[in-house]
């Protein structure tokens, strides 16, 4: 089972990206996933996450209103809409998805990851 992250770059604050996360030897269509970072220094942040077949989502406040996770099942994929990009934003961006049945915001709680993009968001 492999996860996928992609999308990331270089981009000016106020700039839009899109993130993708392909999930490779198993479906997660009924399965939570979910977008995570860790910037320079800190730790591993909560960004949202997305639950399975109803997509419903839940969002970090600092997010909130800026950024935005949707999926399509029929190709295992997830996305990040990052939209208005602020150099806070700068950090790794990892995918993961549950096993859990129910929306859960604890990086403990996701069993798989992908390696992570990097988003950097200069001022």
């Known amino acids: 089972v492999q996860l996928q992250a992609s999308g990331g770059g270089l981009v000016q604050a106020g700039s839009s990206l899109r993130l993708s996360c392909v999930a490779s030897?198993?479906?997660?269509?009924?399965?939570?996933m979910a977008w995570f970072r860790q910037g320079p220094g800190k730790e591993r942040e909560f960004v949202g996450t997305i639950t399975g077949n109803r997509g419903i989502t839940y969002y970090a406040d600092s997010v909130k209103g800026r950024f935005t996770i949707s999926r399509d099942n029929t190709k295992n994929t997830m996305y990040l809409q990052m939209n208005s990009l602020k150099p806070e934003d700068t950090a790794v961006y990892y995918c993961?998805?549950?096993?859990?049945?129910?929306?859960?915001?604890?990086?403990?709680?996701?069993?798989?990851w992908g390696q992570g993009t990097q988003v950097t968001v200069s001022s």
């Open positions: 993961a998805a549950t096993l859990i049945g129910r929306m859960t915001i604890m990086l403990e709680d996701y069993n798989y």
């Open positions: 030897g198993r479906t997660f269509s009924s399965n939570g």
